[in-house]
T-cell receptor, first 111, second 115 residues
Framework: DAKTTQPTSMDCAEGRAANLPCNHSTISGNEYVYWYRQIHSQGPQYIIHGLKNNETNEMASLIITEDRKSSTLILPHATLRDTAVYYCIVRESFGNEKLTFGTGTRLTIIP | DAGVIQSPRHEVTEMGQEVTLRCKPISGHNSLFWYRQTMMRGLELLIYFNNNVPIDDSGMPEDRFSAKMPNASFSTLKIQPSEPRDSAVYFC?????????????FGPGTRLTVL
């Protein structure tokens, strides 16, 4: 029961902004959007999460559309170390704490 | 600060043997998760604990798998007997639930190969 849809793969030039889209058209009012990434052979790493408003931290920005049916993760100045699989996950704000990972987007940063 | 610690990092065993994977969560965290990752099935949750109590074990494949959390600083995932299809990378994660959200921190994983 996939709650999110992401492109299978994307390329981005080093130094440019990487914009990763995610569709979550069935999201409900109490569900957050989380982004994690997994660099090859490592455990997943938390990036950012949001409910309604746009969010920014030291790693990325998260832009959520007004209807909340889609979002975009922005890595402002991509480096080669940002090459990874990026997962967009929708999760309830209360209740079950589990993360359900889809197939994600394989982002490749091109030198 | 030490992150989530998993041991062993690599395990190779023969079919039918018992395998025990270990996890030490981040100090102060109150939730612990076990995930499994394979090429075929991706990353899937097996079980998670909150305050040392199992909350959701719906992802545990079958009776051969068992998990325990005897205290806040230690958890084990046991497979007995192991089978080749259990070969995967097993990740442990921990989090501190505060209000409506939390962040899960993952360990480096244990790569299990069952021959």
């Amino acid at each position: 029961d996939a709650k999110t849809t992401q492109p299978t793969s994307m390329d981005c030039a080093e130094g440019r902004a990487a914009n990763l889209p995610c569709n979550h058209s069935t999201i409900s009012g109490n569900e957050y959007v989380y982004w994690y990434r997994q660099i090859h052979s490592q455990g997943p790493q938390y990036i950012i999460h949001g409910l309604k408003n746009n969010e920014t931290n030291e790693m990325a920005s998260l832009i959520i559309t007004e209807d909340r049916k889609s979002s975009t993760l922005i890595l402002p100045h991509a480096t080669l170390r940002d090459t990874a699989v990026y997962y967009c996950i929708v999760r309830e704000s209360f209740g079950n704490e589990k993360l359900t990972f889809g197939t994600g987007t394989r982002l490749t940063i091109i030198p | 600060d030490a992150g989530v610690i998993q041991s062993p990092r690599h395990e190779v065993t023969e079919m039918g043997q018992e395998v025990t994977l270990r996890c030490k969560p981040i100090s102060g965290h109150n939730s612990l998760f076990w995930y499994r990752q394979t090429m075929m099935r991706g990353l899937e949750l097996l079980i998670y604990f909150n305050n040392n109590v199992p909350i959701d074990d719906s992802g545990m494949p079958e009776d051969r798998f068992s998990a325990k959390m005897p205290n806040a600083s230690f958890s084990t995932l046991k497979i007995q007997p192991s089978e080749p299809r259990d070969s995967a990378v097993y990740f442990c994660a921990s989090s501190f639930r505060q209000g409506s959200t939390d962040t899960q921190y993952f360990g480096p994983g244990t790569r299990l190969t069952v021959l």
